[in-house]
C-alpha cells in the first residue's frame, strides 16, 4: 500500500508509517480502500504518542504559583487529548487486529467446511 500524499509531507509521520503497516499487514488483509483508515490511525497514533511525550515530560498535575504566591494545581490538558485519542485507538486496534485478543479470535473459525471432517475431535481447541 503506498503512503498517502498527507503522511509523505511529514517525515515523523511518515516513519511512523513505515513502522507500523508491516505490523498491520501481518494480521490484515490491506486492500487500497484501507489507504485513509491506515492514514487515520497513523495520525492518532502520532497525536497519541505527542501527548504521552508531554505529561512525561511536564506530569500529570502542573504546579504553579499566582501572583500572591499561593500554589495553583492544574491536570495537565495532555492527560485529557491522551485519553479521548486512546477510546479512538481502540477501533483501529480492533479493526487491524493489532490485539492479541484479535489474534486468537483469528485462529479458529467455526462454520467452514473442515468443521465437519473432524467431528467429534477438539484437539485444535485450548
Given amino acids: 500500500m503506498e503512503k498517502t500524499n498527507y503522511i509523505k509531507k511529514y517525515k515523523r509521520l511518515s516513519d511512523l508509517w513505515d513502522e507500523i503497516l508491516p505490523l498491520i499487514g501481518m494480521t490484515y488483509e490491506l486492500k487500497p480502500q484501507d ?19 508531554e505529561i512525561m515530560s511536564r506530569g500529570i498535575v502542573l504546579e504553579s504559583t499566582d501572583n ?19 477510546r479512538a485507538l481502540i477501533a483501529y486496534f480492533n ?20 468443521d465437519d471432517v473432524d467431528l467429534g475431535n477438539f484437539d485444535d481447541l485450548k
Fill in 95 to 114: 479493526r487491524f487486529g493489532l490485539t492479541e485478543w484479535d489474534r486468537k479470535r483469528g485462529q479458529k473459525q467455526f462454520g467452514t467446511p473442515e
Fill in 68 to 86: 500572591k504566591s499561593r500554589l495553583d494545581l492544574r491536570a495537565n490538558p495532555a492527560t485529557k487529548t491522551n485519553a479521548d485519542i486512546g
Fill in 35 to 53: 489507504c485513509f483508515a491506515v492514514e487515520q490511525f497513523i495520525i492518532l497514533l502520532d497525536r497519541f504518542r505527542q501527548s504521552n511525550d
